[in-house]
Every structure is written in structure tokens, then in C-alpha cells.
């Protein structure tokens, strides 16, 4: 499968915020040895779609961002013989961008692009973003110099789709839904007694209880929201969505 090595592609400024904030922090911290690969934050041009994935080998995680406009041809498709491009951002580069490309507050978020000019190139790889009616009301355009993408990096797509497909086959799933901060709570836990915390369903299969243990001394409660704010339908669909877009069988398409 052959790759566009050079491509000029929008997406929206707020969708790729959120995803690389979200996804870098599950990056790995180790820089060398069987590691390294998953030191990057990965970038993935499919079609129609965006992908932003980090891992550390013990968690991982996927966010994605629709295009706005795609060089390669029609948006959402991609030419049979054309494959995704693949980006490979360093941690250094990930903050940068973050700090350089700010909404403006008095625009419109839908007006507000990220334009990434991509050429692979092997003698001289980079991808561009220029600012198209963010922060920056005259444009601001950064350029960072890319290595080729590991290969050693974990097929987290695939991972995700694996995960939700077992999910979705599930008799009887039982989610918790609660504010993060509340589960960054028990990272005392943890330090105290360096110790894995786990989280069990209790009660019925209507109940909202989980408990936490955190190695032999340490039990506590945390109540899940699910239903009372009204989103489990929302949720549910956006799980199906996700599900739809990235199961096994529709892999060969991203």
C-alpha cells in the first residue's frame, strides 16, 4: 500500500486540542530501549479522520478529530492504492503546539482551522501548522522537522477496536461514570501503600457502587453517575460510533 508523501489537510483548532491533550499524558516516560517507540505521540491521517494516540504499554488512549479538507481527494475517501499518513510528534513538540495554537474567544469555533502541510520526503521530512483564524488574526505558521514513524509503536487503533468490540459482546456491562477527579483521589492510595488500585462493581446489576482496594489495608467507595445526568443513551452511541468506525473488520479502511 503506497502513501501520499505530500498533503495539505484542515482540521479544526478545538477537536485537536482536546485530542492531544487528552492522549499525551498516557505517552511513555522511557526514552530508550524496547520503550522508546512509545515515547511519541502518534498522529494518523485516515480518511475523513484524524487520529491522536499515545500508550505506555499498560494504558493507552485514542482521540480522534474530523477533517475539514483533505488534499489527497474527496474527503473521507482515500485512493485504493493510498494508505493513512502517519506522523510521529516528540513530547518537546506536543506542548509547543499546544502553546502556540490557542483559540481566539471572540470567533466562531467552526471558523477556527489548524493547517497541517505534510511532505515525507525522506531527505528532508516535516509537517507544518499554520493558524487559520485562531489566535493569531494574521496567521502563525510552525514547522517541525519528523522522524520516520516506529514501527515498534503498538497498533493502538487496533487495541481500542479489540477493547470495544469485547465490550460491546458483554452480557451484562456495568459502567462506572464519574468526575476524573474523583479517581485521582485514591492516588494517595497508591503512593501509601505502593500498592495497584482496583475497582470492582458491587450489588445488583442496577447498583452504582464500586469498590476500591488498594493492596490489603485499604478499601474505599466511589458512586457512579451513570443515568442521572440523563447521557447513557448519548454514551452508549457514542461507544457504537466509535465501534462502527474502528472495529476489526473496518480496519483496512483507516
Not at 22 to 41: C, F, I, L, N, W
Not at 127 to 135: E, H, N, Q
Not at 157 to 186: C, W, Y
Not at 192 to 200: E, G, H, K
Request: proline share 7%; with cysteine.
Amino acid at each position: 500500500m503506497s502513501v501520499t508523501r505530500k498533503a495539505t489537510i484542515e482540521v479544526k483548532l478545538l477537536p485537536l486540542r482536546q485530542a492531544l491533550q487528552a492522549v499525551q499524558p498516557h505517552r511513555s516516560k522511557v526514552k530508550t530501549g524496547d520503550d522508546e517507540a512509545m515515547y511519541r505521540v502518534r498522529l494518523v491521517f485516515s480518511a475523513g479522520w484524524l487520529f491522536v494516540m499515545a500508550t505506555n504499554g499498560s494504558t493507552s488512549a485514542l482521540a480522534k478529530a474530523g477533517l475539514f479538507t483533505d488534499s489527497r481527494g474527496a474527503l473521507g475517501k482515500l485512493d485504493p492504492d493510498d494508505g493513512p499518513i502517519v506522523v510521529d510528534l516528540t513530547p518537546a513538540q506536543v506542548p509547543l503546539i499546544l502553546a502556540k495554537f490557542k483559540p481566539n474567544q471572540a470567533e466562531s469555533a467552526a471558523q477556527q482551522l489548524i493547517v497541517f502541510t505534510i511532505d515525507l520526503d525522506p531527505a528532508d521530512p516535516f509537517i507544518k501548522l499554520t493558524d487559520t483564524g485562531g489566535l493569531w488574526s494574521n496567521g502563525w505558521a510552525e514547522e517541525y522537522p519528523i522522524d520516520p514513524p516506529a514501527e515498534a509503536f503498538p497498533d493502538v487503533i487496533r487495541i481500542a477496536g479489540d477493547a470495544l468490540q469485547r465490550s460491546a459482546e458483554s452480557n451484562q456491562p456495568k459502567d462506572l461514570v464519574t468526575d476524573p477527579k474523583l479517581l485521582a483521589l485514591f492516588k494517595a492510595a497508591g503512593t501509601a501503600y505502593d500498592a495497584p488500585v482496583r475497582i470492582r462493581a458491587t450489588g445488583t446489576p442496577d447498583s452504582r457502587g464500586f469498590i476500591v482496594t488498594c493492596g490489603s489495608d485499604f478499601v474505599g467507595t466511589i458512586e457512579s453517575k451513570h443515568g442521572d445526568d440523563g447521557g447513557t443513551k448519548n454514551r452508549d452511541a457514542a461507544l457504537l460510533d466509535w465501534l462502527n468506525l474502528i472495529r476489526p473488520a473496518n480496519l483496512k479502511a483507516v
